[in-house]
C-alpha cells in the first residue's frame, strides 16, 4: 500500500531528528569500528569515485567516505538532521566533496549516476524500520552497473536461548491482570458500571505488550543453549523488495546444553562488506549484533519469549518455522509468526506451538 | 491550519485506543467522583433528555448519563475504543438508550439536536491536546439553544513553588553535556572526525529536554510559597476556538513563605458543573487538579522550571507575564512563555527574565 507520507514522519523519522538519538549511534563502537574499516581499508572502492549516503545522519558516512578519498558524496538525509550534517561536513572541511540534500531519497534527483551506495539501513533484527527498501530504490535508480553496495551482504540469525526475561514479563502481566480485576470490583461497587465483559480484550492487550512484543536485551553468550541458525541471506546487491517484505525460513536448532530450558528465541543480524564479485573489497570487514561479552551494540538482540518455557536437553531439537511479514498498520514494524516443536533426542515430538510476535 | 488526520491519529488519538489508558483515567478516583456526582446529583439536566458524550472512550459517561435517565444518549468516539464501548453498553444494558458512534466528531451527523453535552476533553495544563476544540465543534452544530455544557466552567491557575525538581534535571542536564564533550574528544581521536560544531545544537536540544521542557508532578501542598492566581476562565457555553487558541495573562503572585526559593511555577486547572444560568445545576460540583495530598489526580500539574531559582521572601510578588499557544508541528501541544520578575518587598524590582517553555 501506499504511506501517508506525514504519518512516516510522526511514526518514524521524527527520532532521527534528535542529535540524542544520533549520538546514540555514533558511540556504538562495533557499529562505528565496522564501517570505519569498511570504508578505509577499502580505499580503492572510494578514491576518485562517486558515492551516495542513503539516510546520512549525522554526516558520519559522506566525511569518512570523503576523506578516503571520493571526488563527490552525496548526502540524503530526510530529516532536520540535514542542517547538522551540512554543518558537520564544513567544520570538517569537506564541504567541495560532500554534498548534503535534504529530502527523501526516493524524491530526490542527483546529477549522475555513482559507483558506491553506502548506507547504514539496518534496524532491529535487520528488516525493523523497513529502511533498506530506500536503499533497493536508490540503487535501482542511481548505482551504476559496475557499482557497490556498501554493505554488500545481510544475514538473519535465531538461537534457542534461556532467559529470566520471560518469567519477569510473566510476573507483570500477572500483576496487570490481578490490577484490573480489582478494578473490575472497586467500578461495580462505586460507580454501578460492571467493566467484566472487557476483561478478555484487556488481557489481549497486555499478553501482547508483556508476552507477545518482542523485547531488546543484549543476551549474554551463555544464555544460548544450541546452535544459531541462519535464517535468511540477502545480497544487497540483487534483493528486491518482494524479496524481503516477508520472510519464512523452516530451520532446526539442535540444544547443545543439558537439563536446560528453552524460554526464549533470540534473532539477531551480521552485514558484510565484501564489495561485488567484479569489484570485490580488499579486507573484508563484517558487523555482527550477535550475543557477545566485550562487543554488544546498541541493537542487542531481538527476544520472543516461549510460554512456558520448555525442558531441553542436549541432543533435542527445535525445530522452527517463522515467517515475517510487515505490520498492517505500520510497515517499519513487524509481525512474526513462530511455530516451534520439540524433538527429543529419542526421536519423540512434542506437539508444535504457534505464536505471534510483534517487532515493535 | 489544517491537520493530517493520519498524523493526529498517529501522534494523538492512538494512545486512547489502548484499554490501559482509559483504566487509567476511570481510575482517576477524583475525575470518576465529579462527573459521576455532577450526573447523578443533577439527574433534572438528564432524565428524559437527549446527550451527546464528545470523545466517549470506554462509555463510561455515557452509560452513567443513560443510568441517570436520558432518553437517548449519542456516544462519538474517534479511536477503535469504540468497540469497547459498545460492549460495555450491552453489557451495562443501556443499549437501548446509549448509541456509540465510531468516528471523529468533526465528522459525524446525528439525526436530532440535543440538550446535554457531556465530555471530558481536558488535558495537562487544562488546554493541552485541544480537545476542547471538539467540544466547541459539538456545541455550536449539535447543542440546542436551550441546552447545557457537562463541565460549564473551566479555569486555569499557576502558582510559585519550591521543589528539588529542577536541581535533580540540572544534574542530569549537566551530566549530558558531559557525555557529549567526552563524546566530542573520543570521536575525534577514534574517527578523526571532529563534533564540536555540533555543541551548541546539542546543548539546545537537551536544554529543551531536561529544563524548558514542562514536567508532570503531583505537588505537595507544602511546596506552594504563594499565592495562586487563576489566569484563565472560559465559560464553555461561549468560548470560541479564538479565545483558547492563544491565553495571555499577566498576573502578581504575592509570596508567602520566609526565606525560599522559587524553583517553578505549578499550572493546574478546575472545571465546575453549574449546567446554564437559565438551566442551572441543582448541584454544582467541582473537579479540580490543584495540588493535594488525597485528592491528587492523573492530571497531576504542569511545572515550568525556574533556572536559577530565585531567593524570595515573604512579602515579596512574582510579576508574571504568560503567553500560551499551540506548537507550529502539533496543535496539540503548547508553547508557553513566561516572563518573571521579582518585585522585593522593598520596592526594588530584579530585572525580568523570559523563558519559552513546552508543554509535550
Ligand atoms: N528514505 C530516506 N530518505 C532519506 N533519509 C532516510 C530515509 N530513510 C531513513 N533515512 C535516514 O537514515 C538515517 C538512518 S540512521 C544512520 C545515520 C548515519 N548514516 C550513521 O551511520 O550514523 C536516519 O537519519 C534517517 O532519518
Ligand atoms: N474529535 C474527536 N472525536 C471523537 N472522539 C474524540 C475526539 N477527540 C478526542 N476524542 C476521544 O475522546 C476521549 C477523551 S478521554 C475521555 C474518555 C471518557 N469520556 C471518559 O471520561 O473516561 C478519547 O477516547 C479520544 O479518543
Avoid at 3 to 21: E, I, R
Avoid at 140 to 153: A, E, F, I
Amino acid at each position: 500500500g501506499t504511506v501517508d507520507k506525514g504519518v512516516d514522519f510522526a511514526n518514524y523519522f521524527c527520532t532521527y531528528a534528535f542529535l540524542y538519538h544520533q549520538k546514540e549511534m555514533l558511540s556504538d563502537r562495533v557499529r562505528m569500528d565496522a564501517y570505519y574499516d569498511a570504508i578505509f581499508k577499502n580505499k580503492q572502492h572510494f578514491a576518485g569515485k562517486v558515492v551516495l549516503d542513503v539516510g546520512t545522519g549525522s554526516g558520519i558516512l559522506a566525511i569518512w567516505s570523503a576523506q578516503a578519498g571520493a571526488r563527490k558524496v552525496y548526502a540524503v538525509e530526510a530529516t532536520k538532521m540535514a542542517q547538522h550534517a551540512k554543518a558537520l561536513v564544513q567544520a570538517n572541511d569537506v564541504q567541495d566533496v560532500v554534498e548534503v540534500i535534504e529530502g527523501s531519497m526516493e524524491e530526490i534527483n542527483l546529477p549522475e549516476k555513482v559507483d558506491v551506495i553506502i548506507s547504514e539501513w539496518m534496524g532491529y533484527f535487520l528488516l525493523r524500520e523497513s529502511m533498506f527498501d530506500s536503499v533497493i530504490c536508490a540503487r535501482d535508480r542511481w548505482l551504476k552497473p559496475t557499482g557497490v553496495l556498501y554493505p554488500s551482504h545481510a544475514r538473519m540469525w535465531m538461537a534457542p536461548v534461556r532467559s529470566g526475561l520471560g518469567d519477569q514479563k510473566m510476573t507483570d502481566f500477572e500483576a496487570a491482570m490481578t490490577d484490573w480485576y480489582n478494578f473490575v470490583v472497586d467500578t461495580e461497587n462505586n460507580y454501578g458500571v460492571n467493566m467484566n465483559v472487557l476483561t478478555k480484550s484487556y488481557r489481549e492487550e497486555h499478553e501482547k505488550y508483556y508476552l507477545k512484543t518482542s523485547l531488546w536485551n543484549n543476551i549474554h553468550p551463555s544464555q544460548i543453549i544450541g546452535t544459531s541458525a541462519v535464517i535468511k541471506e540477502i545480497d544487497c546487491l540483487t534483493a528486491t523488495v518482494d524479496d524481503i517484505r516477508n520472510v519464512t525460513a523452516k530451520f532446526s536448532l539442535p540444544i547443545h546444553v543439558d537439563r536446560s530450558r528453552l524460554s526464549a528465541f533470540a534473532g539477531w543480524f551480521d552485514v558484510q562488506f565484501r564489495g561485488s564479485m567484479e569489484n570485490p573489497a580488499e579486507n573484508e570487514i563484517e558487523l555482527t549484533t550477535a550475543p557477545s561479552i566485550e562487543n554488544s551494540t546498541h541493537w542487542g538482540q531481538q527476544v520472543f519469549l516461549v510460554h512456558p518455557p520448555l525442558r531441553v536437553n542436549e541432543g533435542d531439537e527445535v525445530i522452527v518455522d517463522l515467517s515475517m511479514s510487515r505490520s498492517k498498520d505500520n510497515h517499519r514494524l513487524m509481525d512474526v509468526n513462530i511455530t516451534y516443536e520439540l524433538q527429543l533426542s529419542s526421536g519423540k515430538h512434542l506437539k508444535p506451538t504457534s505464536t505471534k510476535y510483534f517487532i515493535e
